[in-house]
């Protein structure tokens, strides 16, 4: 097995976001508009305390979210390219099916990470990162939370045959993970219930490994959990998510319908 194929489909993922700017737009309005317009707006009633502002505590959310967002649309690209007929060219390809899932997954990655990097630029030029910033921790929660996000974008496409269907799941599963994660407020803050559900959510663990490395030690609003326990539930779950991927997506079940040449019926057995 050659690195080729991994190549190949982190090339196609590159050019395919780049190409379609709307979606590169988009991806940086969404966060700015948290930031710059739903931010300034809670932070004006609830103001500044204990030496932190609230935007600041959402630069680590947005980021976040841009990841998440980015990747689960890029983990796309795997149910269209069974629609359209390129993923059987893959899956009669000379080597394992659980392949294709690991180079779909690392698209995901780099163009979760490319969106990443894009905010971040934009995020120093409005002034909204200093020398507070930790950038190897940065760096690691980017990795972690793009990790996470591509897993979760693959598990619904190997589960999932056409785009409207991962549609209807992405969207019950985006934005509950994302309003439940710390993002938009502390989990020590929630509710007893509603702590639960973010505890549970592993991209909880994402958002506080990048506030780590954002926020200053003295905000008003910290991290909730150790960087160690952060990094551990990220790389467990990745673990236990893209193994889940890669057994539906090796099964016979799941690529049988991908084999089989569109517009040709078998024929049945003409009695007598």
């Not at 194929?5 to 379609?20: G, N, T």
């Not at 996470?148 to 799941?169: K, P």
């Not at 990220?234 to 799941?254: D, M, N, P, W």
Request: hydrophobic fraction near 55%; aromatic fraction near 10%.
């Amino acid at each position: 097995m050659t690195a080729r194929p991994f190549l190949a489909v982190l090339q196609r993922e590159v050019l395919k976001l780049f190409r379609q700017r709307g979606r590169l737009l988009a991806s940086m309005i969404r966060p700015l508009i948290w930031l710059l317009v739903i931010g300034a707006g809670v932070e004006s009633l609830i103001g500044g305390e204990g030496g932190g502002s609230y935007r600041q505590f959402l630069v680590p959310g947005i980021l976040g979210m841009t990841m998440l967002f980015g990747a689960m649309l890029a983990a796309l690209s795997t149910v269209y390219d069974k629609e359209s007929g390129v993923m059987r060219m893959l899956v009669i390809a000379p080597f394992p099916h659980y392949w294709i899932v690991i180079a779909k997954l690392l698209g995901a990655i780099l163009s979760a990470v490319i969106q990443a990097m894009i905010l971040l630029a934009l995020l120093g030029v409005l002034g909204f990162l200093g020398s507070i910033v930790s950038w190897p921790l940065l760096a690691l929660g980017i990795l972690g939370t793009a990790l996470a996000s591509g897993a979760i974008g693959m598990v619904i496409a190997a589960v999932t045959r056409t785009l409207d269907n991962y549609a209807v799941i992405m969207n019950v599963v985006i934005f509950p993970s994302f309003f439940f994660s710390g993002a938009l407020y502390p989990v020590s803050h929630l509710p007893p219930a509603l702590a639960w559900i973010a505890t549970v959510n592993p991209f909880t663990y994402g958002v506080d490994l990048l506030k780590h490395a954002a926020l200053p030690a003295g905000h008003a609003f910290a991290a909730d959990f150790s960087p160690l326990l952060d990094i551990g539930v990220l790389v467990l779950f990745s673990a236990v998510a893209i193994t889940g991927a890669c057994i539906r997506f090796s099964q016979e079940s799941a690529v049988q319908p991908l084999l089989q040449v569109p517009g040709r019926r078998r024929k049945k057995p003409q009695a007598g």
